[in-house]
């Protein structure tokens, strides 16, 4: 887990609004697929994380799979020797769910294996592409079952 998420779990998530849409424009130009990137930012003191930017990142299972999504290892890790210069983390990651639920399936909590890491998911509507709800959640790292694999997140977005 990265250092500054060790400890109890995340209360909440800061997101600016202009992030929001952000994600909101990227999972609407992915749809039908599964669209996806990182986020970047920081751990407070009082239990919340702020993003403080967002990096796309290519879905490299998009013409395999229309509900599912997977990063690529070394352009986080680049991401992650990046932050570090500046005192940030790789926070989580977000996806688009194109079945228009905004929640965790099976398949990510069966892929959940990294403890601490937030999942913000952005639903599109399956027929029109439309973002809709935008929910975060954090891994317990325990991979299995949805109830296990995640705790919920507070999203909490904010005018800049």
Do not use: Y
């Amino acid at each position: 887990m990265p250092e500054n998420l060790r400890g109890a779990p995340l209360r909440g998530l800061l997101l600016s609004e202009s992030d929001r849409t952000v994600i909101a424009c990227a999972a609407e130009a992915s749809h039908p697929r599964e669209g996806c990137g990182l986020l970047v930012g920081r751990r407070q003191a009082d239990g919340l994380a702020r993003v403080t930017a967002l990096h796309p990142a290519e879905n490299l299972l998009a013409d395999a799979f229309s509900d599912r999504f997977e990063l690529d290892p070394a352009a986080r890790l680049r991401l992650q020797r990046d932050c570090r210069k500046r005192g940030e983390v790789v926070l989580g990651h977000w996806h688009s769910h194109p079945s228009g639920v905004a929640a965790p399936s099976a398949t990510d909590a069966a892929r959940a294996f990294e403890e601490g890491l937030v999942w913000l998911i952005q639903a599109t509507d399956p027929a029109t592409g439309r973002a809709g709800a935008l929910e975060a959640v954090w891994s317990t790292g325990l991979c299995g079952p949805v109830e296990s694999a995640f705790q919920p997140v507070a999203l909490i977005l904010f005018s800049e």
